[in-house]
């Protein structure tokens, strides 16, 4: 997941990324092993026109991307970035499946 937002985290920052790597986890079946979190605070974001607090992200996966995950995981995030004073109507994450020959790790891709 890669993720950023307006605000600038602070000392908070730390236990937000562990919480959300928790979440992607969770929500996509995901061992948390093979979890990424990126998260740019403080960065340049206009939402609807104005720079109230706000976030975008992305989440990429090998599979588990599907309706019932990516709202799991929506509402997750939102959560976590609720106690940021963003609201969930500020946030936007995108979803993408990866196939496995497209994906990159550990000298090589998941697929050889």
Not at 4 to 22: L, Y
Not at 65 to 89: G, Y
Request: proline share 2%.
């Amino acid at each position: 997941m890669v993720l950023s937002t307006n605000i600038k985290m602070g000392d908070a920052k730390r236990s937000f990324m562990v919480a959300a790597s928790k979440a992607v986890s969770t929500c996509l079946s995901k061992p948390e092993s093979y979890v990424a979190v990126c998260i740019h605070d403080g960065a340049d974001v206009l939402f609807g026109g104005t720079d109230a607090p706000a976030a975008v992200g992305c989440v990429y996966s090998l599979g588990s991307i599907n309706q019932a995950n990516n709202a799991a995981l929506t509402k997750a995030i939102s959560e976590l970035l609720a106690e940021f004073e963003i609201a969930d109507n500020r946030i936007y994450i995108n979803f993408f499946d990866i196939e496995r020959a497209n994906c990159g790790w550990s000298g090589r891709t998941f697929a050889g």
